[in-house]
């Protein structure tokens, strides 16, 4: 593999990250800007212009999230506790990588089920619904995060158990934490962050666990209140290279302004993360066929071809919401002139979404 480090510097990549401000809103101005570790105060409705109906109609506009993507050589996991206030979803999913197949634990449910933390430390994001339950424990002071997922089952869908603990201090990970501009003026916040996970897993009668020391936690904080229609393509992957480090990489085309400064492109190396050029996506046989990412300056250079296919539309003819969010395998290579990652055998997952709530 694995990482090389060379002599050079790509002069497309973005700024590095700086230290975090105490808030994502002081004295109502947004903190634009791209950051190495977690903003205390996760506040975007204290923005200027917040009037009791502006405030209103920020939170309604406003998309929120904790999701996670965790897994072994063997499985890849995907959760999230979402709420789009007119609408929400808890979501867990199980896919076998080696056999393509997948099980879904999912629930849409009213906008205000479920709850979504605004910080990391002392937080909690949760959603609970006819027995379906997933809870993200947020302790990033600690460095520490815990997630419990659990679902009694129901005709042919088994019983879900899931217990872990991701270590996120300094030592063991590395973050990456945005606040950029959409080009109407609206905030996107983002906390992306890779780590060591150990974790219980049991479906139906199989436990299927994660290896020990093999395994791996994405944890995905968002806030955005994006334009309308909302609308993005994206793509992540996580492994554990033969020495036990976590490598991945996160890559988004998302609608702010200014992408080759405000981007959230990254690579993550054990606790280190690298910056990556604003990129584009391309499917020239759709969301099922191999998607393409790439930049103008060669650093990224990724191949993504689906094996389990997964989306969820809403509405006649997928008038409110066409979203597409296959999972598979990755071949290609990142180079930031200062680390690189081939990334044959990583296996992850694309989004493709358009949202008109």
Not at 152 to 175: F, I, K, M, N, S
Request: net charge negative; proline share 7%; aromatic share 8%.
């Amino acid at each position: 593999m694995n990482a090389d480090a060379v002599a050079t510097v790509n002069p497309s990549l973005p700024p590095d990250p700086v230290a975090p401000p105490p808030a994502v809103v002081i004295d109502g101005s947004y903190r634009f800007g791209t950051y190495g570790a977690a903003i205390p105060v996760v506040n975007l409705l204290d923005a200027s212009g917040s009037s009791p109906v502006r405030r209103a109609l920020r939170g309604l506009r406003t998309k929120e999230w904790q999701a996670f993507q965790a897994g072994d050589d063997d499985t890849f996991i995907l959760g999230a506790v979402y709420t789009a206030k007119v609408s929400g979803l808890l979501q867990v999913l199980v896919v076998n990588k080696a056999a393509a197949t997948i099980q879904r634990w999912q629930k849409l449910v009213p906008g205000w089920v479920p709850a979504v933390a605004h910080g990391l430390s002392g937080t909690r994001s949760h959603g609970h619904a006819g027995g379906f339950s997933v809870t993200f424990t947020n302790e990033f002071d600690d460095g520490v995060v815990r997630i419990d997922a659990t679902h009694p089952g129901r005709g042919d869908l088994a019983p879900l158990e899931l217990h872990g603990v991701g270590r996120c201090g300094a030592d063991d990970a590395g973050h990456l934490v945005i606040v950029h501009p959409f080009a109407d003026g609206r905030a996107l916040y983002s906390h992306k962050t890779m780590m060591p996970f150990d974790a219980s897993v049991r479906v139906g009668s199989d436990e299927i666990g994660l290896a020990e020391d093999r395994g791996f936690l994405i944890i995905d904080d968002h806030h955005g209140e994006y334009p309308r229609p909302q609308r993005y393509d994206w793509l992540t992957a996580v492994r554990r290279s033969p020495t036990g480090l976590i490598e991945g990489f996160n890559l988004t085309a998302n609608q702010v302004r200014d992408r080759e400064v405000f981007n959230e492109n990254a690579l993550w190396i054990a606790n280190a993360v690298h910056r990556l050029p604003a990129i584009t996506v391309e499917r020239p046989n759709g969301p099922w066929g191999k998607w393409h990412a790439r930049d103008r300056s060669g650093a990224v250079d990724v191949t993504f071809t689906p094996t389990v296919r997964n989306s969820l539309h809403l509405g006649p003819r997928r008038c409110l919401a066409e979203y597409y969010a296959p999972y598979g395998w990755f071949e290609g290579a990142i180079d930031t002139g200062s680390a690189r990652l081939e990334l044959d055998g990583f296996f992850g997952m694309g989004e493709q979404k358009l949202i008109r709530l």
